[in-house]
């Protein structure tokens, strides 16, 4: 999906309260920040885990790894989620 198309759909505050969705249609979180380039068109997606993931990495039970999906790699954007193109493993 291209930039222009994404902008049909959402503005960014819109986009931050999606579900993000991987390929094999598993939840693996939301968007947690957005990327820009230098015109302001969104790059990327840092993507943030469920709350207790989110959680347990504040704890340092875990380390706090946030992927960065590029908007090239998002499938479909509905009212609740966002589908990507990748799987939770190539994150």
Not at 12 to 29: N, P, Q, T, W, Y
Not at 57 to 69: A, C, S, T
Request: hydrophobic letters at 40%; a negative charge; glycine letters at 4%.
């Amino acid at each position: 999906m291209d930039m222009c198309e994404l902008k049909r759909f959402e503005n960014v505050s819109d986009m931050r309260k999606k579900v993000l969705v991987c390929a094999d249609g598993e939840k693996i979180g939301h968007i947690n920040d957005i990327i820009f380039d230098k015109n302001l068109n969104i790059k990327s997606f840092i993507i943030a885990g469920s709350f207790w993931e989110e959680f347990r990495e504040k704890l340092g039970i875990i380390d706090d790894i946030d992927p960065i999906v590029p908007v090239d790699h998002i499938l479909e954007v509905t009212d609740k989620e966002i589908t990507i193109d990748l799987h939770k493993d190539q994150l």
